[in-house]
């Protein structure tokens, strides 16, 4: 059965790592990558991405399944049974992803360390882009608190 997709639980966040590998594990970026690169919407199945991993990185079938099992639970991937397998979809695309994920990283950013964050942000930004940032700042501790 397919379940609605959630918001991606992206909690975690790497600066020394490059690219998706900041917020995803070396594994799991090769997954996503994997099935970014096929035609939006596509269905894989665990087989599709294992032997397509398997000729560079020699890694066990298993590994690959409760991976991409774990990348669902994420909400990275749809998961959808057709027998005998399940089969997989992104939730997102890539580019999709990392708006995203960057879009976390700097409201975390923002709403922990305010006004220093807001500043270093602002030595890049023009005046009515830096006031913009001010005023999102604020948005987004409002919806902090409003969480709480």
Known sequence: MTRPP???DITTLRLDRPGI???????EAEIMEVIW???PGDAVTV???FEELYPR???AYTTVMNTMV???RKGLLTAERRAPAYVYRATLGRQAFVDRFVRRAL???LVNFG???AERLGEYLDPQTRTRLLRLVEEARSRRRGER
């Open 115 to 117: 006004g220093v964050a």
């Open 107 to 109: 409201e975390q950013l």
């Open 6 to 8: 959630q918001e991606p």
């Open 70 to 72: 774990r990348l669902a």
């Open 47 to 49: 087989r599709d991405v």
């Open 21 to 27: 590998r900041a917020v995803l594990g070396d594994l």
């Open 37 to 39: 690169s096929r035609p």
């Open 57 to 59: 990185r020699r890694i």
